[in-house]
């Protein structure tokens, strides 16, 4: 348990169907970020919030939506997505200041398949 | 752009014995973080070990060490006395020094990972 909570833990969705990925973290960070862990390829980082602003979008589609109502919560919205959008999706946080050398925490993931 | 290249797919050691993971990485940044991240089925990335850029020291955590070599742009990690729980992707990963410390997040580039595999 590093403090970081993804949920739900596995998700499968149509390609017309609209879903929610929620991550919360107990960690009293300021920055959270989206990752995407495809087969046989490199994370990607996809988003970057730090102190609820959104710093970073890595040209990620428009069908993927992320929101950060709270330093503790982000959430990433998916819709009309496509096949190939199945992946494990990854939230992470970190201080967001002070110590740059101190690390990110990672949630367990939200193994997504899209049908 | 930075990038990071493990070249070795997959690897696989007797346990106990002593395994060394590749890692080479591609920057024009001269102050940045290197880290390596292990990744258990249970799909948590859990902190190894981390080498800052400016410290000629190489990291050590118990039975974890590194080779960094700056010149070479070479990061290797070495697992001695490899244990079965060791069992798990390896993931090398490169963050340049935050531009504003005082809000500072963390973007990591990571290679395409190593899946260890411990025998018994």
């Known amino acids: 348990e590093t403090g970081v909570t993804q949920t739900p833990r596995h998700l499968v969705m149509g390609m017309t169907n609209k879903k929610s990925l929620k991550c919360e973290q107990h960690?009293?960070?300021?920055?959270m970020y989206w990752y995407k862990q495809s087969a046989k390829k490199p994370l990607e980082l996809m988003f970057v919030?730090?102190?609820?602003?959104?710093?970073e979008n890595n040209s990620v589609p428009s069908r993927f939506s992320p929101e950060c109502p709270n330093s503790s919560h982000l959430f990433l919205h998916l819709h009309t997505l496509q096949p190939e959008d199945s992946a494990l999706y990854l939230c992470?946080?970190?201080?967001?200041?002070?110590?740059?050398?101190?690390?990110?925490?990672f949630g367990q993931g939200t193994r997504l398949t899209v049908v | 752009a930075q990038t990071v290249t493990q070249s070795q797919p997959e690897m696989s050691v007797q346990e106990a014995e002593t395994v060394t993971l590749s890692c080479t990485y591609d920057?024009?940044?001269?102050?940045?973080?290197l880290f390596w991240y292990k990744q258990p089925p249970s799909r948590q990335m859990i902190l190894v070990i981390r080498?800052?850029?400016?410290?000629?020291q190489n990291a050590t955590e118990n039975r974890f060490s590194v080779n960094f070599q700056k010149a070479a742009k070479s990061f290797s990690l070495k697992i001695s006395d490899s244990q079965l729980g060791d069992t798990a992707m390896y993931f090398c990963?490169?963050?340049?020094?935050?531009?504003?410390?005082?809000?500072?997040?963390?973007?990591?580039?990571f290679g395409q990972g190593t899946r260890l595999t411990i025998n018994p």
């Open positions: 992470a946080s970190s201080p967001g200041q002070g110590d740059p050398v101190t690390e990110a925490f």
């Open positions: 919030y730090n102190f609820k602003e959104q710093t």
């Open positions: 080498q800052e850029a400016y410290k000629q």
């Open positions: 960690l009293g960070h300021n920055a």
């Open positions: 990963a490169f963050m340049k020094h935050p531009t504003n410390i005082i809000q500072g997040a963390q973007k990591l580039v």
């Open positions: 920057t024009s940044e001269n102050n940045y973080y």
